[in-house]
T-cell receptor, first 116, second 114 residues
Framework: GAVVSQHPSRVICKSGTSVKIECRSLDFQATTMFWYRQFPKQSLMLMATSNEGSKATYEQGVEKDKFLINHASLTLSTLTVTSAHPEDSSFYIC????????????FGPGTRLTVL | GENVEQHPSTLSVQEGDSAVIKCTYS??????FPWYKQELGKRPQLIIDIRSNVGEKKDQRIAVTLNKTAKHFSLHITETQPEDSAVYFC?????????????FGSGTRLLVRP
């Protein structure tokens, strides 16, 4: 199957700083990527849909100015958590849709963010 | 938009027994239903999926059934093994959304007792 990487795998930052997370499709082009947040023992909550070459589409209740998404190429989407606070601590997972695999979504390994 | 409900939240079975997890969806136009397995701290992995033009699909010990009339689909795992222990999520796309975004169920924590 297609491979999606995510970097970094873990990050610890101080409150008020910004953190950038990268999501890459390694062996296919992804015009659409998705960003999810997962709190402990909970489901994956879709945050936004990242579209190559255009603005991201955010889900209701997700602050677009706090969670900046950039999808500058067909293989890379980035999520920047701006002015992070302890309540932003979570597991952030991206996925990429592969048109050549029946629109199946392939997930990255996730990034565990801890804000002190 | 689409709403997906999943039951049970936890399921404990003896090794060798079967496990069944059920999901319901709200939008009758949904046409694709994947199931993901997520081990602790790892990414979700697609284990099986079904499209609305069939009622059942099998892959070795795993099967998924779909009832479009009742708007529910189920995951069946037979001859369970300890390595099947994980959290399982069902999902459904939002019909009419060209991005094909998925809405996930709340998850089922499966424990297979040796």
């Amino acid at each position: 199957g297609a491979v999606v990487s995510q970097h970094p795998s873990r990050v610890i930052c101080k409150s008020g700083t910004s953190v950038k997370i990268e999501c890459r499709s390694l062996d296919f082009q992804a015009t659409t990527m998705f960003w999810y947040r997962q709190f402990p023992k909970q489901s994956l909550m879709l945050m936004a849909t990242s579209n190559e070459g255009s603005k991201a589409t955010y889900e209701q209740g997700v602050e677009k100015d706090k969670f900046l998404i950039n999808h500058a190429s067909l293989t890379l989407s980035t999520l920047t958590v701006t002015s992070a606070h302890p309540e932003d601590s979570s597991f952030y997972i991206c996925s990429a849709r592969d048109l050549d695999h029946n629109n199946e979504q392939f997930f990255g390994p996730g990034t565990r963010l801890t804000v002190l | 938009g689409e709403n997906v409900e999943q039951h049970p939240s936890t399921l404990s079975v003896q090794e060798g027994d079967s496990a069944v997890i059920k999901c319901t969806y709200s939008d009758s136009a949904s046409n694709y239903f994947p199931w993901y397995k997520q081990e602790l701290g790892k990414r979700p992995q697609l284990i099986i999926d079904i499209r609305s033009n069939v009622g059942e699909k099998k892959d070795q010990r795993i099967a998924v059934t779909l009832n479009k009339t009742a708007k529910h689909f189920s995951l069946h795992i037979t001859e369970t093994q300890p390595e099947d222990s994980a959290v399982y999520f069902c999902a459904a796309p939002t019909p009419g959304d060209s991005s094909y975004k998925l809405i996930f169920g709340s998850g089922t924590r499966l424990l297979v007792r040796p």
